[in-house]
């Protein structure tokens, strides 16, 4: 599609069509909503390969992160009210006011509040909340920073530092996370194309540890660089949750598999799995997509334990806990629990997700 600048356009022709494409993008932005809602409610990325309706957003419709994750929380509210997307449509609402009216609108109080914010700005609308729904006032902060440096020089740790900042730790590029509530992200951004910056807020208690792993490593480390201290450290948590995990040992024990008909699953086939899959989700769909989630794996049964399935290494797979849930609705039917196919639950409870 060849799009050029309209330089033959008289004004008046100019201010008409921009017009008219604004309300065209209006109408097809509340379109998508519907029918990302509808998609949402049927979970058809699932089926799709993808863990979560965030991933096939941004990598199937090509949306940036912010845009899927704004469409995505709009159109879960529009689910329970169907009368914002004729607003969004008419340009009365924005997707900005809506996400800043969701966390407030009731079945008893919606028509009211949507009336209200009808054709105000997202400022105005910040406002008109403020005043309906007052907050505490927030409390003073005040935070030492060390002062920037006139030169380059090693990174070394301030006494009053809450912040730790590392420019030479490389890092694996994070997957995208299953549509994780919005807070305030901790900084993670390129240098080169081996080099990131990371800056997070510590607690005292983190600041005392680094200073200890530091004192501890200065017969390796004598500069008490943070990147390689932090290096250090996930590299031994690493392969402490790999034990912990997969069973994963410099000097594997003789096993003799999975006990007939036991859930467990033995440590070697869990190794053997593990590898195989490396360590990413299984899950591939009708169009051979493969999912490759690497967060919440679980293992699961091929052929399901609850008909007999046993936990050799070709029954065995990984799958991402969504996926997991969906294979184990696929052969139980809705309403049943992954975990009567899974293994067992490996990883952490899932992120909060946005309301349904």
Known sequence: MNIDIPHHLSDEELEAQLKSLARGEQEATARLISHLAEFDARRLYLGAGFSSLFTYCCEVLHLSEPAAYNRI???RTVR??????????????????????????????????????AGRSK???????AGLFPRPDVPTLIRKLPA?????????????????????????????PPLPVQTSRPVLKPLAADRYEIRFTATADTREKL????????????????????????????????????????????????????????????????????????????SG????????????????YGVGGEGTVENIRLLCRAHNAFESERFYGRGRPSSANSSREEFAPPPVPLPP
Do not use: Y
């Open 73 to 75: 929380d709009v159109a």
């Open 148 to 176: 920037a440096p006139s030169l380059p020089t090693p990174p070394v740790p301030s006494e009053a530092a809450a912040i730790v900042a590392v420019s030479s730790l490389p890092v694996a590029s994070p997957s995208p």
């Open 123 to 129: 400022r105005e609308v910040e406002q008109m909340l």
């Open 289 to 304: 997509r493969r999912c490759n989630a690497r967060a919440f794996i679980e293992f699961d049964h091929v052929e399901p």
């Open 211 to 286: 200073r200890l792993a530091q004192d501890l490593l200065r017969h390796a480390v004598p500069n008490g660089d943070v990147a390689q201290v932090i290096d250090r450290a996930l590299t031994a948590l690493l392969k402490d949750l790999a034990r912990k995990k997969i069973g994963a040992t410099d000097r594997p024990r003789t096993s003799r598999g999975t006990a007939p008909g036991s859930r467990d699953v033995a440590a070697n086939v869990r190794r053997m799995a593990w590898s195989r899959d490396d360590g990413r989700c299984s899950f591939v769909s009708k």
């Open 80 to 117: 329970k009210l169907p009368d914002i997307l004729r607003m969004l449509g008419e340009g009365s609402l924005s997707l900005a006011t809506v996400r800043l009216l969701a966390p407030h609108l009731t079945d008893d109080n919606h028509q009211e509040l949507l009336a209200a914010a």
